[in-house]
């Protein structure tokens, strides 16, 4: 049996979740765009515009995807 450390078990935990708040799996990824693609009516083309920036954004600068994309009425 192996014994792992203290350091190399938080080093893991940090690096998966930090991949985990910055992804999304590539389907899912490839979902979201399709879709701002499609989208035909202009508040939801915007929005998934904006997703897809944030997508991008993440990956690029090493920030979290932001979930938020506004408030509905």
């Known amino acids: 049996m192996r014994t792992v450390g203290y350091n190399e078990i938080r080093e ?41 920036d944030n997508l991008e954004a993440a990956e690029k600068y090493r920030l979290p995807i932001c979930q938020d994309t506004g408030m509905a009425d």
């Open 12 to 52: 893991a935990v940090r690096s998966l979740f930090g991949d985990a708040n910055r992804r999304l799996p590539s389907d899912a990824e490839e979902l979201i765009r399709q879709a701002a693609e499609r989208a035909t009516v202009e508040p939801a083309r915007s929005v998934m515009r904006t997703i897809c």
